[in-house]
């Protein structure tokens, strides 16, 4: 019997910033480097999306739930029945967070960078020396290949998910279901108003990032 | 060591050729804006490959400062055109320097400094369809020279357009013909 795992909100917001990762990827590899920055401020807005619904999401969205200290992950790697809610595990936590905190850091440096052509900037990039945007742009270049390794890392987990544990993720994610052990915690949704609103203050903070962070007069 | 005394002996050179043109806006001053001033003929100077390869990688090391500074002063001029309150003088510098070195794009490209011969971000069709990047490359000149002009004058919409302009020969001849990754 599968239980309702991931809500609507969660799943729309992974494979959106999948599929905007490897646009951005593209787009840039490309030539296209205005759409690059495009889908950098789209991944923005799903990041501040994410965060919010990390407060005021579904219980399998909020952070509160899920991220344990190392206490806890050492419990979980020892004996895995230990954790009994519906969701990421203690230490899948760990992956999210990471991917997370690196997507936001990908996303920082690329508002604050320039091409080196001078064709192209991201949004906040005049508020810093031109010297500092090119700093910018270099280690958005660096982080990538970090990104890049947190995914390799997370697509594994998958994997052996799949084969050694014979649990599929990704169909999981793709439907919302999962089957549960009995005396599972199940998911409890939260209102659709509320990700309506949390997606509401994403595109303003998008809107105020692109804009170029003007001050905020009441 | 020797190639930093070399590379700072090129960089004096050339920054001595922008000041040159910096200092001397005048001479394009009585120039209608927008219009587009004579261009001498590179198509010779594209054809004579480096003697050795020491001279051909010295050559490729040069043209990637060259193209930085470009790039450089691309940026301050974008960034003054974008402000509310455009510092012109700063545009104009950036302007004479790349209009300086934007007639001497196609001398950069000699056959032999691909890379088969080196690290550089430039691609073999460069030398597989020559007279489509000198097409390219005499775009940005005159682009280049326009912009020039018209930031000899004060009228900030022609400006920022012949920038636009310039902006687009950039990517019009980087897209097909440069890589996005050292090799």
């Known amino acids: ?218 | 060591m020797r190639n930093a005394l070399l590379a700072a002996t090129v960089a004096a050179v050339m920054l001595a050729g922008c000041q040159q043109a910096a200092d001397n806006p005048a001479a394009n001053a009585d120039t209608p804006t927008g219009q587009v001033l004579p261009i001498r003929d590179n198509a010779a100077v594209l054809v004579r490959a480096p003697a050795t390869k020491a001279a051909a990688l010295k050559l490729m090391h040069d043209r990637h400062e060259s193209m930085e500074q470009i790039g450089k002063a691309m940026k301050v001029a974008g960034r003054e055109l974008k402000a509310s309150a455009p510092n012109l003088a700063a545009v104009r510098a950036s302007a004479a320097t790349i209009a300086s070195l934007a007639p001497k794009v196609p001398s950069w490209f000699p056959p032999g400094t691909g890379p088969d011969v080196g690290k550089t971000m430039a691609k073999p069709e460069i030398w597989q369809k020559p007279a489509d990047f000198a097409a390219r490359t005499k775009s940005f000149q005159q682009a280049a020279l326009a912009f020039n002009a018209a930031a000899q004058g004060t009228d900030l919409t022609t400006i920022k357009a012949k920038f636009g302009d310039m902006a687009k020969t950039c990517k019009g001849c980087h897209d097909p013909y440069r890589t996005e990754h050292k090799k």
């Open chain 1, 1 to 218: 019997m599968k239980a309702p795992v991931w809500d609507l909100p969660i799943r729309l917001f992974h494979w959106l910033l999948t599929g905007l990762i490897g646009f951005s990827w593209w787009s840039v590899r490309f030539d296209h480097t205005d759409w690059h920055i495009w889908s950098g401020i789209a991944i923005l807005t799903l990041l501040v999306f994410r965060l919010l619904w990390g407060f005021f999401g579904s219980s399998t969205a909020r952070f509160a739930n899920f991220v344990r200290g190392p206490a806890a992950v050492v419990a979980y790697l020892r004996d895995s029945s230990s954790w009994r809610a519906a969701g990421h595990s203690p230490l899948g936590a760990l992956s999210v967070v990471a991917l997370l905190a690196a997507i936001a850091v990908q996303v920082g440096l690329g508002l604050f960078s320039t091409d080196p052509d001078g064709l192209f900037e991201g949004p906040l990039a005049s508020l810093v020396s031109i010297d500092a945007t090119d700093t910018a742009r270099d280690f958005h270049e660096l982080w990538f290949y970090v990104l890049l390794a947190l995914i390799v890392m997370h697509i594994g987990a998958i994997l052996y998910y799949r084969f050694m544990l014979s649990t599929k993720l990704t169909s999981s994610m793709i439907s919302g279901r999962l089957a549960l052990k009995p005396g599972t915690e199940p998911m409890r949704p939260a209102r659709w108003w509320v990700a309506v609103l949390c997606l509401a203050a994403a595109f303003a903070v998008a809107r105020w990032v692109v804009a170029g962070a003007p001050p905020i007069s009441p």
